[in-house]
Nanobody, 123 residues
Framework: QVQLVESGGGLVQAGDSLRLSCAAS????????MAWFRQAPGKEREFVAA????????YSANSVKGRFTISRDNAKNTVYLQMNSLKPEDTAVYYC????????????????WGQGSQVAVSS
């Protein structure tokens, strides 16, 4: 069992930066790939970025490539999402997820989810 708690969200202006953190409980954190998804009002939850269990492999959605960076610290049981050059369309609730069993891009691949952290970007 893994419990995930996100933090670091907030209200910022376009062009600003934020760093989200996701702290995980349990001794098996280093065996899980981790990901960030987001859900804007009225929209489906979408993939943002993922990192392999070792941290060596990272994957990002085209909409955030070059602006967002996912990383992890297995010693701290924490995964991060550094978000730069934020845009109003990045406004969403951001969810941390652990898994996966299958493609890292699919929601259904992840077994564990955090409660979400709100990010709002004003123009």
């Amino acid at each position: 069992q893994v419990q995930l708690v996100e933090s670091g969200g907030g209200l910022v202006q376009a062009g600003d930066s934020l760093r989200l953190s996701c702290a995980a409980s349990g001794r098996t954190f280093s065996s899980y790939a981790m990901a960030w998804f987001r859900q804007a009002p009225g929209k489906e939850r979408e993939f943002v970025a993922a990192v392999s269990a070792s941290g060596a492999g990272t994957y990002s959605a085209n909409s955030v490539k070059g602006r967002f960076t996912i990383s992890r610290d297995n010693a701290k049981n924490t995964v991060y999402l550094q978000m730069n050059s934020l845009k109003p369309e990045d406004t969403a609730v951001y969810y941390c997820a652990a898994g996966p069993m299958g493609s890292c891009y699919l929601r259904s691949s992840y077994s564990y989810w955090g409660q979400g952290s709100q990010v709002a970007v004003s123009s």
